[in-house]
């Protein structure tokens, strides 16, 4: 690939694809109405996945993307309970029979905000519409520095048997530079807390692409998340918003590594997980050998869902809290993303949905074709269709095989190994909202 092109490749905003078609292409079409028709359609024992936001935290990380705001008072936090409880119970009459949890799964924001006592409230009222089966995966995102031993066991006590904890980074200048002090040993007092409680399942979430790393220090990074053998590792390339997010307006653009660097920061970190036994997952996972997500991986069973890369393979998501996004076999829903807003409309016992899509036959198959492209770097078209059905396409391709990103042959669409972290530019072809995108690959040859 020539210079030009790798340049402007690397320049294309292309989605991280945890849906098709994004959020960004939902609109008001699909509203409450929807929401309500659909949560009506779900059957006794029909396995379902839940997902709750808290998008509140008691200070911002400089660097932080995620849809989270500062909680001063402890009554914004209670109240904030509540009105998930609200909502729970509102979407709850809808639902004409008991569907089976499978997955819960607490996002934010820092969900233990929420305190033992909260997260366990809103726990016990999912309980009164859903059954939860014997081994669900009850699943929690925490920040290491806000977890204690009472916390953990209180977790514990919820269900809780999975931890992602964020970690982004252990060298002390990255630390200072995004605005997050995290020495190794409160790491640790948080690891040895959680083992006591019984949580032995844990995720690391780092960051590459911070201000003063480089491939080097990430390396060091790696090599202390190594000695916690965490099961599952994430490693996020850092995205930097400052017009969208006032909080990273604190963060010298100056001391930012550039494009170049940042690949090499990938590479160095891929490099260091594939050596101490991980094995890399999607384009930015490394899970060890037995963990469900590596076995998954190494079947052709891992799916992609709002959350990222899962074993999780239910039809069926329901999103509670502001932001959230619901799927349904029939299309997605998404909450109101303003706190204020979502909770009115709570209040005024409606159902807080603001926007949503509903699929057609194409949009279902462009989405399995992309969610195989972004977790098996691989597609054969004729499972899904004649192959000659997506003549377009494959015309659209034509640039990046000729860049050797990807081969075509026989319908059968393959990343080449090394440019596997471009894969996101192969599964815009098939994106019917990205066209330009993908019609812009001809201006790098
Ligand atoms: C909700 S936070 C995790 C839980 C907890 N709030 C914490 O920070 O420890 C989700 C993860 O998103 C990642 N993240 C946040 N902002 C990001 C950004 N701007 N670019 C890339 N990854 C980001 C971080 O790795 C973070 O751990
Ligand atoms: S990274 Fe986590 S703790 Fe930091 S501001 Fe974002 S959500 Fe809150």
């Keep these: 690939m020539t210079e030009v092109a790798a340049r402007h490749y690397a320049s294309l905003a292309v989605p991280r694809y945890t849906s098709y078609p994004t959020a960004a292409d939902f609109t008001a079409a699909v509203g409450r109405e929807q929401y309500e028709a659909w949560l009506r359609r779900l059957r006794q024992g029909e396995a379902v996945s839940l997902y709750l936001h808290v998008p509140y935290c008691r200070d911002l990380c400089y660097y932080c993307g995620c849809h989270a705001k500062i909680a001063r008072r402890d009554t914004v936090i209670e109240d904030y309970a509540d009105t998930l409880i609200r909502e729970i119970r509102q979407a709850g009459q809808y639902l004409t ?16 905000i929420l ?7 809103v726990t016990q009222v999912l309980r009164e519409y859903f059954d939860f089966s014997d081994n669900m995966e009850h699943a929690i995102e925490l920040d290491p520095r806000k977890v204690d031993k009472k916390l953990a066991r209180d977790l514990a006590r919820i269900g809780v048997n999975r931890a992602s904890l964020g970690v982004q980074d252990f060298n002390p200048a990255v630390q200072a530079a995004i605005g997050r002090i995290q020495p190794v040993e409160q790491v640790e007092a948080t690891v040895n807390a959680l083992w006591q409680a019984g949580i032995t399942s844990l995720n690391f979430d780092l960051i590459y692409g911070l ?30 918003l400052p017009a969208r997010r006032a909080n990273q307006k604190l963060i010298d ?14 590479h160095s970190v891929g490099e260091a997980f594939l050596a101490m036994g991980y094995e890399p997952v999607g384009i930015d996972h490394y899970a060890l050998p037995q963990d469900t997500l590596a076995v998954a991986a190494r079947n052709g069973r891992l799916r992609r869902n709002f959350q990222g ?11 509670f ?9 029939e299309g997605y829903t998404q909450n109101i993303a303003d706190i204020r807003q979502y909770g009115a409309h709570v209040a005024e016992g409606h159902a807080p949905v603001m926007r949503g899509y509903a699929f057609n036959d194409s949009d279902r198959l462009r989405a399995r074709i992309i969610e195989k492209l972004m977790c098996d770097f691989s597609v054969d078209l004729n499972e899904f269709a004649p192959a000659a059905q997506f003549s377009d396409e494959l015309a659209l391709l034509r640039p990046l095989t000729a860049d050797g990103i990807v081969t075509v042959q026989d319908g059968v669409i393959a990343m080449v190994p090394q440019h596997k972290t471009l894969v996101r530019l192969v ?8 066209r330009e995108t993908a019609h812009s690959f001809s201006m790098a040859i």
């Design 253 to 266: 653009p100056a001391t930012l590594p550039d494009a170049d660097a940042r690949f090499e920061q990938a």
């Design 427 to 434: 599964a815009a072809v098939f994106d019917e909202f990205r």
């Design 309 to 319: 890369y899962t074993d999780d393979d239910c039809p069926t998501l329901l999103g």
């Design 115 to 121: 305190g033992g006592e909260g997260l366990a409230r």
């Design 97 to 112: 029979e008991r569907p089976q949890a499978v997955h819960l799964h607490w996002g934010g924001g820092t969900p233990s």
């Design 211 to 240: 201000p003063l790393q480089t491939a080097e220090s990430l390396r060091e990074t790696c090599e202390r998340v190594g000695m916690f053998r965490p099961s599952r590792i994430a490693c996020y390339g850092y995205a930097h």
């Design 321 to 329: 809290g502001a932001s959230s996004i619901s799927q349904f076999r």
